[in-house]
């Protein structure tokens, strides 16, 4: 059973471009979560979707990011026209249907290593 | 603010002897704390989890501690190895069962 999977690995981006990170979930999850990780600080939440659905997108800033899990394919975290504080590592994580646990664990993908010069 | 952090943000220690790691939170709503591993390169790894209602879990050469009165969090590692090392974080849950509120991370370098 194959991981979370997160393309690319590394991506540079000059200011004014757009990123665009993939994350295929686990096979059988269906809630997709996205955390960005500045350079030595630990990760932060940014939005949680379910497909076709966001469910909570606090962490997400308000303007030129935005986040997408379709029906079919990959959840797609989506900047537009990058700054070079957007550069970090952006992890995806799942989960599969929700448990009546205190704790839904996530399983987090390598992470995608922006770079914005 | 509320927030997770960490005592010290390196450690050193030679094969075969134990780890402490620390972890400090201020928000006593946090029901529910987990500890990663994160490696060079990867992704957050689970290590283990303990509640709030629980002062100490064990699993495979880890050992978790929890002093709600002092709000202090610890993962003990017994007889580290060098595939120990690594970033290790604290993480907390409050009030969902999904947002994690990570630490900045202790860096674990193990000697041979």
């Known amino acids: 059973n194959a991981g979370v999977m997160q393309n690319p690995r590394h991506l540079v981006r000059r200011r004014g471009q757009e990123a665009r990170l993939r994350c295929s979930p686990m096979k059988g999850h269906s809630h997709v979560y996205w955390y960005r990780q500045l350079p030595e600080e630990g990760l932060k939440f940014m939005v949680y979707?379910?497909?076709?659905?966001?469910?909570?997108e606090s962490g997400m800033p308000k303007e030129r990011f935005s986040a997408e899990f379709p029906k079919e394919g990959p959840s797609i975290l989506r900047i537009q026209q990058v700054v070079r504080g957007d550069s970090a590592a952006y992890f995806c994580a799942s989960s599969p249907l929700e448990t009546s646990g205190v704790y839904n664990e996530q399983f987090f993908g390598p992470g995608t290593r922006l770079t914005v010069l | 603010g509320e927030s997770v952090g960490l005592h010290l943000p390196t450690l050193s220690v030679q094969e075969g002897d134990n780890s402490i790691i620390n972890c400090a939170y201020s928000?006593?709503?946090?029901?529910?704390f987990i500890w990663y591993k994160q490696e060079s390169g990867k992704g957050p790894q689970f290590i283990i989890d303990i509640r709030s209602n629980m002062d100490k879990r064990q699993g495979q050469r880890v050992t978790v501690l929890l002093n709600k009165t002092v709000k202090h969090l610890s993962l003990q590692i017994a007889a580290t190895q060098p595939g120990d090392s690594a970033v290790y974080f604290c993480?907390?849950?409050?009030?969902?069962?999904?947002?994690?509120?990570f630490g900045k991370g202790t860096l674990l370098t193990v000697n041979p």
């Open positions: 979707l379910q497909k076709e659905n966001i469910i909570d």
């Open positions: 928000n006593s709503a946090s029901d529910y």
């Open positions: 993480a907390d849950l409050r009030g969902s069962n999904y947002k994690l509120t």
